[in-house]
């Protein structure tokens, strides 16, 4: 248990570990001697605690790193910097909505004004898809696939300690 | 606006706290410890019902310690040189604000609950 627990300490920020790394190995050694003589269960339910939380902190300190990074930023460079807030409007995500639905209802009216009007225009001697269902089962795919690669890109990196978090730590680090 | 306004201010948007912070803070209200003590402290406060991973003990104790509500120190009588904590000053002021406010909901709740039921 402390041998895998020391290996998940690795995800803490190098920091972190530092000032309480062996502090707080010490204090799930004195908790898993309290627990050795118990039932498995409560042992198992001991152990998943202890992965979950240190996993949760783990992400939760990356995070806190991430932000002070941010707020140095924005203090060093003034306007252009990249803020802490959430700057996206909350409000353009119903919009977009609402114009992509009136978009797919206009197609939607367009085809059934056609169809009550038939022998009007000749049939076309090719079947082209309408515009709509290529919108909607491509796009969605599309993005999918790039953010899934990205995500393994940015996993690989993050393993790899090369992420622009730890660039960015790198270079506050050095700074200091 | 006064200094004691503005220092008020500031607590009040730290409030109110969760229930992990706050039992952490009683927890060191009484005497200085150490991480196991804590963890066990706050076990036994809350008869069981909140038990503490230490990821999310040296969590909490991180930001507490950056907000500067409690300090950390090296027990004098540990053999290897155990690390405690403590409140601070504004630590202590913060509790007490955060009691104060728990006081005034408790009363005002006892209130309006009495009225319904007369």
């Known amino acids: 248990m402390l041998a895998v627990y020391q290996r998940l300490l690795r995800l803490y920020p190098a920091e972190h570990r530092k000032f309480f790394g062996e502090e707080m190995l010490a204090v799930l050694r004195e908790e898993s001697d309290e627990n050795a003589d118990k039932r498995l269960f409560t042992r198992s339910r ?18 806190r790193v991430w932000l002070e990074i941010q707020e140095e930023l924005s203090f060093v460079t003034g ?11 909350k409000t353009t995500i119903v919009f977009m909505t609402l114009i992509l639905a009136c978009v797919v209802t206009a197609i939607k009216r367009g085809e059934d004004i056609a169809a009550s009007v038939p022998n009007v225009n000749p049939p076309l001697p090719i079947h082209i898809q309408p515009v709509h269902s290529i919108l909607l089962g491509g796009i969605p795919l599309l993005f999918a696939f ?6 393994i890109g940015w996993a690989i990196l993050f393993a790899l300690r090369r992420s622009g978090v730890h660039r960015l730590a790198d270079m506050s680090g050095e700074r200091q | 606006m006064t200094l004691d306004d503005m220092s008020l201010e500031g607590i009040m948007e730290t409030l109110p706290l969760t229930e992990p912070v706050l039992l952490i803070l009683l927890s ?22 909140v038990v503490l991973s230490t990821g999310t003990l040296y969590g909490a104790l991180r930001r507490l310690l950056d907000d500067d509500w409690i300090e950390r120190f090296e027990e004098e009588e540990s053999p290897r040189g155990r690390q405690a904590y403590r409140l601070t000053a504004q630590g202590r002021r913060n509790l007490q604000a955060e009691i104060d406010r728990m006081k005034h909901i408790t009363r005002l709740a006892t209130l309006r609950v009495a009225t319904k039921e007369s």
């Open chain 1, 146 to 151: 790039f953010y899934a690669a990205g995500l």
């Open chain 1, 79 to 89: 306007r252009v910097a990249m803020r802490n807030g959430f700057r996206f409007p």
């Open chain 2, 28 to 49: 060191l209200a009484g005497q200085p410890q150490h991480g196991y003590s804590i963890l066990k402290d706050v076990e036994r406060m809350s008869a069981g019902r």
């Open chain 1, 46 to 63: 001991f152990f998943v605690r202890e992965i979950a939380g240190l996993v949760t902190g783990a992400l939760r300190e990356h995070f």
